[in-house]
């Protein structure tokens, strides 16, 4: 067949110790070298797949890349070791104009590199096609599993999570999940400490990232309810399992408005929205004020809106108010009665009733935050001790032990999540009521883990996985000549719309990042 004399190469991980994978597996090279292109793979004891392997492919194994007109990586290069007038692809974190890496940015632009940047290739759905998300929800849940083993102890509870390693002690993930097996059998006899009460977890979003954090909490004695359920479970739930809820859009979000959910607007206007992941309901009941004058017209309205499906605690908070409307004038003096009275039965909450919260929410600005500094200062306030509790079986100080923040936004959907975690010190304590952060198990506050680069710690199977989805669209990107000009490039959309710059210049798709520096 017609032979084209194209390189590309695995650049070499030189930013993070830990960043072992690479783009493609040998298998991947095998197929490129067998459709007749050059693959130079650059020499690193560190990649998890050896060199060998890489060899025996068919890859040749060498320092100088400066031939190639591909290069591909994972994670950014060094800038002073970036080519100029190249095609690179890799992970750039500039697309919401991160202050950190803006100096790599200007070295791409300055030296005329035409940069694909694989989270944003997406289809026409807007779902992205290339991405490492299953296996960063694989490596937070063994983590945080481990995390809050280490936890309890600190809080005077032995618990079966404390058999349970970081993700990268294993040397895959089928290792981790009999690990889980194991910690999950000891559950399933009766051997988690009852004054700690049943466990209880929240998966936030329904993409690979919760996808991969369930498909390890399977391996456990589990039962998942619906988020309305978590309430009841979190107080007389069996001992002897974990429960799991997992939070849909349409369970959290609804209009500042009117509390309503509309999936095509929200898309367009997030920042219409609002969170009640920890919200009291009286907020959305103010907001029926502005729609209705009294409260037969607010049953009105919900009925419209087809409230009752979603909002079961407003409606019985509705009835009460109205069930003692001879002792106040109004709906809104009511409501300013119900806020006072802090009648805590008619809150639609989720978070309170949560040990743990996985969160895997995709975050930008205008879009609502899940849970605000101010609803962990709620959150950590002190449970009321029960007359059982003693000194050798204390209870928790409160419901919500951990949260695992997969998405890794700094000051995004976790608000007070201002700074990731690494894999050398994975946990820290965010003490709410000081507002301070601490590298720690012990003390007060929730424990937090926020690795952004948790794919790492399973870097052969993340390898594989990443590069069968990327595999596709190789061939068109070695075709593309960094040194032509942009709009001359036959590309697919999911391979176009991820071009940031090229020529010297953002690409027209992406020059609103300019206008964020700038802000």
Not at 169 to 194: F, T
Not at 332 to 343: F, G, T
Not at 487 to 504: H, K
Request: glycine share 6%; proline share 5%; with cysteine.
């Amino acid at each position: 067949h017609f032979f084209l004399v194209l390189k590309r190469q695995h650049k070499r991980e030189d930013v993070n110790a830990w960043e072992r994978r690479a783009p493609l597996a040998p298998r991947h090279i095998k197929a490129l070298a067998s459709l007749g292109y050059k693959v130079l793979v650059q020499p690193s004891n560190r990649r998890a797949i050896h060199e060998k392997d890489y060899v025996k492919a068919g890859g040749i194994i060498q320092e100088d890349i400066s031939e190639a007109c591909l290069i591909l990586g994972v994670k950014r290069p060094p800038e002073d070791k970036l080519i100029p007038k190249k095609t690179y692809a890799f992970f750039s974190h500039t697309i919401k104009a991160q202050e950190a890496n803006m100096p790599l940015l200007d070295e791409i632009l300055r030296k005329d590199i035409r940069l694909i940047d694989y989270e944003k290739m997406v289809d026409h759905r807007g779902v992205r096609v290339v991405a490492f998300g299953k296996w960063a929800g694989v490596a937070g849940m063994i983590n945080i599993l481990h995390g809050m083993g280490l936890r309890f102890l600190a809080l005077g509870h032995h618990t079966p999570f404390m058999h349970i390693g970081m993700a990268h002690n294993y040397r895959n993930s089928s290792q981790a999940v009999q690990a889980v097996r194991d910690c999950g059998y000891e559950i399933s006899l009766g051997l988690m400490p009852k004054s700690v009460g049943p466990i209880t977890f929240v998966f936030t979003g329904t993409g690979n990232v919760s996808k991969g954090a369930q498909e390890m909490f399977n391996a456990l004695p589990c039962e998942f309810v619906e988020p309305h359920e978590l309430k009841e479970v979190s107080r007389t739930g069996d001992l002897r399992k974990v429960y799991g809820t997992v939070l849909s859009r349409h369970h959290h979000l609804i209009r500042k408005s009117n509390g309503v959910y509309d999936p095509v607007e929200y898309d367009k206007h997030p920042e219409r929205y609002t969170s009640r992941f920890n919200t009291d309901v009286s907020i959305t009941l103010n907001a029926l004020l502005f729609m209705a004058d009294d409260y037969q017209n607010v049953f009105d309205i919900l009925h419209l809106h087809e409230f009752e499906a979603h909002c079961q605690k407003e409606l019985a908070i509705l009835h009460f108010l109205c069930s003692f409307s001879h002792r106040v004038k109004t709906l809104d003096l009511a409501i300013h009665y119900y806020s006072h009275q802090k009648m805590s039965d008619f809150i639609f909450q989720i978070a309170p009733y949560a040990t743990c919260v996985i969160n895997g929410i995709y975050w930008e600005q205008h879009t609502p935050r899940l849970l605000s500094r101010q609803d962990a200062q709620r959150l950590l306030t002190p449970l009321r001790p029960s007359a059982s509790a003693t000194e050798g079986c204390p209870e928790l100080p409160h419901k919500l032990v951990a949260i695992c923040d997969i998405s890794a936004d700094t000051g995004g959907s976790i608000e007070f999540m201002t700074e990731c975690t690494t894999i050398d010190s994975p946990f820290c304590m965010y003490d709410a009521d000081q507002h301070i952060i601490h590298d720690s198990v012990e003390g007060l506050g929730i424990l937090m883990c926020s690795i952004d680069n948790l794919p790492a710690q399973l870097p052969i199977e993340s390898t594989e996985c990443f590069g069968d989805m990327l595999f596709p669209y190789i061939e068109e990107m070695l075709l593309s000549d960094a040194s032509e000009p942009f709009e001359s490039q036959n590309y697919s959309p999911v391979v176009r719309d991820a071009v940031i710059t090229s020529n010297g210049s953002l690409t027209d798709k992406y020059k609103y990042i300019q206008k964020l520096r700038e802000s």
